[in-house]
Nanobody, 126 residues
């Protein structure tokens, strides 16, 4: 069983930065890829970024490349999402997720993930 808890969301002006954290419980954290999704009001839950178990490989959706950085600290069972140059269109609830059957072929499909955090709200004002 894995439990995930996000933190770090808030209200920020356009161009600002936030760092989200996702603390995980469970023995298998260091062997699991981790992902961030986001969901804006009235929209689908969309893939944002993923990181391999070791942290050596990362993936991003095109709209955040160059602005967001995903990282992890396996000693702390925590994955991070550093968000810079934020835009109003980044406003959403951000979720971290994981699944033992992670695959790069399906990593953008939110239904593929068994374990989710409760989400943290990010609001970017213009």
């Amino acid at each position: 069983q894995v439990q995930l808890e996000e933190s770090g969301g808030g209200l920020v002006q356009a161009g600002g930065s936030l760092r989200l954290s996702c603390a995980a419980s469970g023995r298998t954290f260091s062997t699991a890829a981790m992902v961030w999704f986001r969901q804006a009001p009235g929209k689908e839950r969309d893939f944002v970024a993923a990181i391999s178990a070791s942290g050596s490989i990362t993936y991003y959706t095109d709209s955040v490349k160059g602005r967001f950085t995903i990282s992890r600290d396996n000693a702390k069972n925590t994955v991070y999402l550093q968000m810079n140059s934020l835009k109003p269109e980044d406003t959403a609830v951000y979720y971290c997720a994981t699944d033992p059957t992670f695959s790069t072929a399906t990593m953008r499909v939110h239904a593929r993930y068994r374990y989710w955090g409760q989400g943290t709200q990010v609001t970017v004002s213009s």
